[in-house]
């Protein structure tokens, strides 16, 4: 439904779910506003807006509209606090990049991250499936704070349980959330031998620390 302002953080897959949803929202003919609390690639195509007439103009036209401050490497950072407060204010839906992963599939979070706005009323923590039985050196990002948090070696494997319990934890995936509602999405579940691991992760995430979650893929041409 209109009116939350959804915080994605995590990693595998982070930022083409979010456009996917904002993709989506748009097709109800909402007003979608897309942007981030610390870096974003900046977006193929003209949806990112820079004025007020920019925005209304992309909404106008059935798009979603990108919200963001110029910065090197081809990336946005965080727009004015006032002109994000305004549109946000406008929008039917707001949807915020709220970490970093540089492009793996899990993480855990940094002492600065992750950067929730007050007016987030929902966060979802994404990962791959990609990373499953696989050495958390390999596939997580903040590999140092990752271990500390599992109490494993960089070598150790990463399963479900280690899956669910880095997603789950207030020092993990659910840092800082508070009182917002709060989802796992297992990207990347693009077989049936993924699709199991991710089923078994999600009943994890629910029988023990009573977390939901979903399944999601992309084709290749839908990736960001």
């Known amino acids: ?38 870096h974003i690639m900046r977006p193929p195509g003209a949806v990112w807006a820079q004025t007020d007439a920019e925005l209304f103009r992309l909404w106008e036209h059935g798009s979603y509209a990108v919200a ?21 204010q406008l929008a039917d839906i707001v949807l915020i990049e709220a970490d970093g992963s540089r492009r793996m599939p899990c993480k855990a979070p940094a002492a600065h991250e992750p950067v929730l706005l007050p007016e987030s009323d929902i966060v979802l923590a994404v990962a791959g499936l ?15 704070a990752a271990c500390v948090l599992l109490g494993v070696p960089p070598e150790a494997s990463l399963t479900p349980e280690r899956l669910a319990k880095l997603l789950a934890s207030g020092a993990g995936g659910r840092k800082n959330v ?3 509602a709060f989802y796992v999405i297992l990207n990347q579940a693009d077989d049936a031998p993924r699709r199991a691991a991710g089923e078994r992760t999600l009943t994890i995430l629910k029988e023990i620390y009573n977390v939901s979650g979903f399944l999601t893929h992309f084709e290749e041409g839908e990736r960001a």
């Not at 963001?68 to 946000?88: C, F, I, R, S, V």
């Not at 990609?130 to 140092?144: M, T």
């Open 1 to 38: 439904e209109k009116g939350h302002i959804i915080s994605l953080v995590g990693g595998g897959g982070k930022t083409t779910l979010m456009y996917a949803m904002a993709a989506h929202c748009v097709r109800k003919n909402w007003h979608v506003l897309v942007t981030t609390t610390t």
């Open 68 to 88: 963001g401050t110029a910065a090197p490497g081809g990336k946005l950072t965080a727009p004015p606090q006032k002109q994000l407060e305004h549109w946000m």
């Open 130 to 144: 990609s990373a499953l039985g696989r050495p958390l050196a390999e596939v997580c990002f903040r590999l140092d």
């Open 178 to 180: 508070g009182t917002r």
